[in-house]
């Protein structure tokens, strides 16, 4: 099917679709599992990314003023976690003359973001404030559509119109009759008293009812939550300003502790190792549909980052506040890296800004500050690149390197939050009061529910001789009971 028109593809493309088995999926299911309807779609999307060359738009490639008209961008999340792609339509207005740009604008934000967090769903918001006639553009909205219809498969989770005036109202009927009935069923009209029902007001503008104080601004490009003005070593108050340096090595010492109890641990895993040897071989023969999913290690091209994708955190019931980050330097090089995060008022992360040597492990504990709490909104940047060997790891030397380094050269790696709301173990959630106990690993619990199995039918033996042995007590004293007064009644006979 490809030969026939590999000059109409971009090899890049079809060299993915033979690796990426999520892609693939992604395909499948957006045309419910029907192998002819899914092959004429990568057909259409693939002469469709060529013809666009979505895989070389960058910023340097399109008009700057696009960027800075902020008609379009991405910021902030849905209640139900997924990402908001903003469409400003009060900043669009009709120009044959610019309109394949604005188009390769679309396509550049949904390739960036595809690409940065793995093709995970958007939820689209039609923001169509103090829009008019003049702003009408069915072209372009169709444009819209068909990315997410044709191009980009199970990419769109709804699309949530706000305040469509009336005088649109006939031109959203053409749009409906683009959208298919899958899509149809994900428009979701609202205004302002009911548009919480799907975004909540922490990421909504004050004119949407939200308290968002989110403004656009380019540059920096707006790609993601981090935005200015941003901490990038925790929280700024003055209780963190003045901190002790008691509190400094009460943190050192319980890093240490941390790294103890991690060699303990592994020196623990290394005991069982030929004992759970048959097991794994058995996981990795037959792998889940979603193993991707379950990885704990994301393998980036200079640090390996564990966990892959989210910190866990407990509620305030459980007291879970640190999570432990570990960093391996998979370079020959040294490898400076910082941590940033979207909530800087809630964490403290230590190092936040530092360099790990090739070929060593480091570790970060992020810990919630004061009272606060960890929500799912929030959000950690990893960002890491190569230094020379020549190259000071003194903070100086680091803050002078980040100002210097081409962002092309700068590896970024994003995690979430996770709220467990039981005490649910994690071997990378800390407890305050925990870093002395080595985390539990599935061979730690396989081993204990064998010995307990075993506990359990050696009082089930135990239980079962005492059964026997009280049947027996009864028996013979029903019949020294019945002997007994035999021979009362002999005696009682002989007298008589």
Same mark, same amino acid.
């Given at each position: 099917?490809? /030969? ?18 999520? #892609? ?23 002469? #469709? ?5 979505? &895989? ?22 849905? +209640? ?16 044959? +003359? ?79 009759? #683009? ?26 503008? @004050? ?46 010492? %319980?890093?240490? %502790? ?6 303990? &641990? ?66 020959? &090089? ?16 230590? @190092? ?23 929500? /799912? ?43 467990? %709301? ?45 059964? #026997? ?28």
């Amino acid at each position: 099917y490809f /030969l026939d028109k590999s000059d109409k593809y971009d090899s890049r493309d079809v060299e993915r679709l033979q690796q990426d088995d999520k #892609w693939v999926e992604n395909y499948l299911i957006w045309r419910h599992d029907v192998v002819d309807d899914t092959l004429k779609m990568i057909d259409e999307s693939f002469q #469709w990314r060529k013809e666009y060359t979505v &895989n070389d738009l960058s910023e340097s490639v399109l008009p700057k003023w696009l960027f800075e008209n902020g008609a379009l961008f991405l910021h902030g999340y849905d +209640k139900e976690g997924y990402k908001l792609f903003w469409f400003k339509v009060k900043h669009h207005t009709r120009d044959p +003359k610019q309109q394949l740009d604005k188009k390769k604008l679309v396509a550049f934000w949904l390739e960036h973001y595809a690409k940065r967090d793995h093709g995970k769903p958007l939820t689209v918001v039609f923001d169509m404030a103090e829009t008019g006639i003049s702003h009408i553009d069915l072209d372009f909205v169709r444009f819209i559509v068909n990315c997410f219809t044709d191009y980009y498969p199970n990419f769109l989770t709804k699309i949530v119109i706000f305040e469509m005036p009336w005088i649109m109202n006939a031109a959203f009927k053409i749009v409906k009759g #683009w959208l298919g009935p899958d899509a149809i069923s994900m428009l979701k009209f609202t205004n302002k008293s009911d548009v919480q029902e799907y975004i909540s007001g922490e990421y909504l503008p @004050p004119h949407m009812g939200g308290t968002d104080s989110f403004k656009y601004s380019y540059p920096p490009l707006v790609d993601d939550d981090f935005q200015t003005p941003l901490c990038e070593n925790g929280p700024i108050t003055s209780e963190d300003e003045h901190e002790s340096k008691e509190e400094i090595d009460a943190d050192t010492k %319980e890093a240490g %502790e941390l790294n103890e109890a991690q060699n303990l &641990n592994q020196k623990k895993m290394n005991s069982i190792e030929q004992i759970s040897k048959s097991e794994e071989t058995d996981k990795t023969e037959v792998k889940p549909k979603n193993a991707k999913k379950a990885l704990t290690t994301f393998k980036g091209p200079l640090l390996h980052i564990s966990p892959a994708e989210e910190l866990y955190f407990g509620s305030k019931e459980t007291g879970e506040k640190k999570c432990l980050i570990v960093l391996t330097n998979v370079t020959k &090089n040294v490898v400076a890296f910082k941590v940033r995060t979207t909530a800087p008022e809630k964490y403290r992360v230590k @190092p936040s800004n530092s360099s790990c040597e090739p070929g060593t492990s480091l570790d970060i504990i992020v810990s919630l500050h004061g009272g606060f709490a960890a929500s /799912l909104q929030d959000r950690f940047l990893i960002m890491a690149a190569e230094m020379d060997q020549s190259s000071g790891a003194g903070v100086p030397e680091l803050t002078q390197f980040w100002k210097e380094v081409p962002r092309t050269k700068v590896m970024e790696h994003r995690l979430r939050c996770h709220v467990i %709301e039981s005490s649910k173990p994690s071997s990378l959630t800390l407890k305050d009061n925990a870093f002395n106990i080595p985390a539990k690993t599935n061979e730690d619990l396989h081993i204990q529910l064998t010995h307990l199995l075993q506990i359990n039918r050696r009082l089930e033996e135990q239980m079962n001789r005492c059964l #026997w042995f009280q049947q027996l007590s009864v028996v013979v004293s029903l019949l020294s009971v019945t002997v007994a007064a035999f021979c009362f009644y002999l005696v009682y006979a002989q007298r008589s």
